[in-house]
Nanobody, 124 residues
Framework: QLQACGGGLVQAGDSLRLSCIAR????????VGWFSQAPGKDREFVAA????????YYSDSVKGRFTISRDNAKSTVYLQMGSLKPEDTAVYYC???????????????????WGQGTLVTVSS
């Protein structure tokens, strides 16, 4: 129901745009989030957007470098990644949650719908 794509191999300082496409259903009223998972590490919150109102949330590590946005006509949520660093290397997942509680938006356990992940590799 969610398909993440757009990953690839880039150099430090480059930009990349990930896409999260909703298929077969819409996620109006949900929160759509991006999470990253590096090898051997837990899944970490990156950014999220409330589909109602467009409110956005970012982790401290990406604030000012990444931007989450949406195109309702294409049922797509984007993650524009800028000033990429080698430590951004990870598999990136998009997910959707029905939570309305602010404190839960940053927790991957609050998300019930997940895409398959797309690999971002940033070389130094």
């Amino acid at each position: 129901q969610l398909q993440a794509c757009g990953g690839g191999l880039v150099q430090a300082g480059d930009s990349l745009r990930l896409s999260c496409i909703a298929r077969e259903r819409t996620f109006g009223g949900y929160v759509v989030g991006w999470f990253s998972q590096a090898p051997g590490k837990d899944r970490e919150f990156v950014a999220a957007m409330r589909m109602n109102g467009g409110y956005t949330y970012y982790s401290d590590s990406v604030k000012g470098r990444f931007t989450i946005s949406r195109d309702n006509a294409k049922s797509t949520v984007y993650l524009q990644m800028g000033s990429l660093k080698p430590e951004d290397t990870a598999v990136y997942y998009c997910a959707a949650s029905r939570t309305t509680i602010l404190s839960e938006i940053r927790s991957f356990r609050s998300y019930g719908y997940w895409g398959q992940g797309t690999l971002v590799t940033v070389s130094s």
